[in-house]
T-cell receptor
Framework: DTGVSQDPRHKITKRGQNVTFRCDPI?????LYWYRQTLGQGPEFLTY????????KSRLLSDRFSAERPKGSFSTLEIQRTEQGDSAMYLC???????????????FGPGTRLTVL | AQTVTQSQPEMSVQEAETVTLSCTYD???????LFWYKQPPSRQMILVIR??????QNATENRFSVNFQKAAKSFSLKISDSQLGDAAMYFC????????????????FGKGTRLHILP
């Protein structure tokens, strides 16, 4: 297992276009998270899944954003009608579920850098 | 809502010297996790060190140690014997503890401190 992978690594699009990113978590991890990191800032939480269920969504996740994890394995994040303000690094992370007896670390992928022209 | 503040946008340290990065946070919770993450240029985020708030002993990981002051809500990172490979963005971060087992599972990050290592 090589860790969390994300595809594509870079995406350049024109304003108004739709884009979709993919995240493949570490194979046994049932939790998957999406974060957004703009230039000079720390990552900000967008949403997370436990298996295929989307359990929490940030107010940052406007109605132009949709995330899915249909079979509880990989996840996709789609942005419709992109805006220049959507330009950012989109990070995915995965972890095992909560275990009161031990800490389950979130492992991060390399990110997808989106540039909206 | 929890917040994490890093007031040092950039710092520099001479190779082999010691540097301390500062972080303060705000929360009404009594139990939680605090972290320092490292993000090298064009590389992925990795966990450097973790502190459980219910533990009084400060965490250490080789050359990395923290000074956790719960009452002051302060959480600094000390890097000893700095090496060129330590150059990166460092993020202080917070995560709630269970019993939010099905909700509120997110990491809250500060804005980061860029650390330069001078040869």
């Amino acid at each position: 297992d090589t860790g969390v992978s994300q595809d594509p690594r870079h995406k350049i699009t024109k304003r108004g276009q739709n884009v979709t990113f993919r995240c493949d978590p570490i194979s046994e991890h049932n939790r998957l998270y999406w974060y957004r990191q703009t230039l000079g800032q720390g990552p900000e939480f967008l949403t997370y899944f436990q298996n295929e269920a989307q359990l929490e969504k940030s107010r940052l996740l406007s109605d132009r954003f949709s995330a899915e994890r249909p079979k509880g394995s990989f996840s996709t994040l789609e942005i419709q009608r992109t805006e220049q303000g959507d330009s950012a690094m989109y990070l995915c992370a995965s972890s095992l579920g909560w275990d009161l007896s031990s800490y389950n670390e979130q492992f991060f992928g390399p990110g997808t850098r989106l540039t909206v022209l | 809502a929890q917040t994490v503040t890093q007031s040092q946008p950039e710092m520099s340290v001479q190779e082999a010297e010691t540097v301390t990065l500062s972080c303060t946070y705000d929360t009404s919770e009594s139990d939680y996790y605090l972290f320092w993450y490292k993000q090298p240029p064009s590389r992925q985020m990795i966990l450097v060190i973790r502190q459980e708030a219910y533990k009084q002993q400060n965490a250490t990981e080789n050359r990395f140690s923290v000074n956790f002051q719960k009452a002051a809500k302060s959480f600094s990172l000390k890097i000893s014997d700095s090496q060129l490979g330590d150059a990166a963005m460092y993020f202080c971060a917070y995560r709630s503890l269970p019993p939010s087992m099905n909700r509120d599972d997110k990491i809250i990050f500060g804005k980061g401190t860029r650390l330069h290592i001078l040869p």
